[in-house]
């Protein structure tokens, strides 16, 4: 069973931005994504990489504005989240796939399978 942290959340102003955290209790051959959901919306895969060679993936509505980034010697993956809007209100979780080996974690190709207890995130004025 892999155990996922999540930290960084916080309340910011439309424009502000975040580093969320991730620090997983094993770290090779898996997929690890972030996702978020706001009450009463689903689900939405946000970004996801795969630590063994760093190839990421985004969701549509957070291209440019998110990055997701790796500290293999801590076992952490970050989220930097910029430009942030009150759309982005949501709980962010970390998510990690079960073993495998892959070449790539494009958000859909894979089904997260361990979740973390999330990080909330809200953007208001």
């Known amino acids: 069973q892999v155990q996922l942290v999540e930290s960084g959340g916080g309340s910011v102003s439309p424009g502000g931005s975040l580093r969320l955290s991730c620090v997983a209790s094993t770290y090779t051959n898996r997929c690890i994504g972030w996702f978020r959901q706001a009450p009463g919306k689903e689900r939405e895969g946000v970004a996801a990489l795969y630590p063994g060679n760093g190839i990421t993936s985004y969701g549509d509505s957070v291209k440019g504005r998110f990055t997701i980034s790796q500290d293999n010697a801590k076992n952490t993956v970050y989220l930097q989240v910029n430009s942030l809007k009150p759309d982005d209100t949501a709980m962010y979780y970390c998510?990690?796939?079960?073993?495998?080996?892959?070449?790539?974690?494009?958000?859909?190709?894979?089904?997260?399978?361990?979740w973390g207890q999330g990080t909330q995130v809200t953007v208001s004025a």
């Open positions: 998510a990690a796939s079960r073993f495998g080996r892959w070449s790539a974690c494009t958000l859909g190709s894979w089904s997260p399978a361990y």
